[in-house]
């Protein structure tokens, strides 16, 4: 799956986002949410509706996790995972007002890494960042590392 996976050189989380939703021919929206982390609360959630995909994600942490926030719940779309929708309502008035919980198709939170969905959208977010992490140096820059340790570890 991670080959067929259009990672953006040099990798960035927009244009990465955008490429996601041409390949599922829907929109991705990404909101940055102030207070969705906490002990028992969730650091992402992906919320599909009929007709859009949205991602929220804590505002209030690195950029950094942001975008491995970001890059779990792609795992799950990308995956195929799906919610269980009993408690929508209850969820989505809770944290999203503004959501409509009839249009909701399917809500998925993280707030640990108890089920094997949750460890498959961790380790698909953490494959992406690596590949992301590796385009992020260029071949002439490793080439020019590999020189300059060559040269300091040779005996000439």
């Known amino acids: 799956m991670l080959g067929a996976i259009d990672i953006p050189h040099p990798f960035g989380i927009e244009v990465f986002c955008e490429r996601i939703a041409a390949q599922r021919g829907r929109p991705l929206h990404l909101h940055s949410v102030p207070g969705v982390s906490g002990t028992d609360a969730p650091c992402g959630v992906w919320i599909a509706t009929e007709n859009a995909d949205h991602i ?3 505002a209030a ?3 950094l ?4 926030i970001i890059l779990h719940e792609i795992g799950h779309m990308l995956l195929g995972h799906r919610s269980i929708l009993d408690g929508v309502q209850t969820a989505g008035s809770g944290l999203f007002p503004d959501i409509d919980p009839v249009t909701v198709v399917s809500l998925l939170t993280r707030a640990s890494y108890g089920t094997e969905d949750e460890r498959d959208a961790e380790r698909l977010a953490g ?3 690596g ?3 590796a385009s992020r140096t260029s071949k002439k820059q490793r080439s020019s590392v590999l020189r300059r340790l060559g040269d300091a570890l040779s005996d000439s």
């Open 65 to 68: 996790h942001q975008d491995h």
């Open 131 to 133: 590949k992301a992490a």
């Open 127 to 129: 494959l992406i960042a």
């Open 61 to 63: 942490t690195s950029p």
């Open 56 to 58: 929220f994600h804590e």
